[in-house]
């Protein structure tokens, strides 16, 4: 079992920063989730569908990015503290969502239908607006 948490959410406005991150824990005592598991992130917008904004591989760090957030938005991983980052700069009113942290061992996790996503987080909301 893979538990996720996410933080960092909050307010800012067009044109602002904001940093998410997402804490990994579970899987076995020798060996960490983020070993085995691509992590990500899906949002979810009032009135729209989930869909993966960006994820990361947990071999060789290769990353994938939503064509609507390419070059604003940037996921890393702290294997040491099994935390994934997702910063978000130059944000748009667009941007604004329930930010999920999502977890399968499938490395094309964020092309995956959400329903067949096995691990998600609570969520944390992300408001830009002015």
């Known amino acids: 079992q893979v538990q996720l948490v996410e933080s960092g959410g909050g307010l800012v406005q067009p044109g602002g920063s904001l940093r998410v991150s997402c804490a990994v824990s579970?899987?076995?005592?020798?060996?960490?989730?983020?070993?085995?598991?691509?992590i990500g992130w899906f949002r979810q917008a009032p009135g729209k569908e989930r869909e993966g904004v960006s994820c990361?591989?947990?071999?060789?760090?290769?990353?994938y990015y939503a064509d609507s957030v390419k070059g604003r938005f940037t996921i890393s991983r702290d294997n040491a503290r099994n935390t994934v980052y997702l910063q978000m700069n130059s944000l748009e009113p667009e941007d604004t969502a329930v930010y999920y942290c999502v977890a399968d061992l499938n490395p094309a996790l964020c092309t995956e239908v959400p329903a067949t996503i096995p691990f998600w987080g609570q969520g944390t909301q992300v408001t830009v607006s002015s």
């Open positions: 579970g899987y076995t005592t020798d060996y960490s989730a983020m070993d085995y598991y691509a």
């Open positions: 990361i591989s947990s071999t060789d760090g290769r990353s």
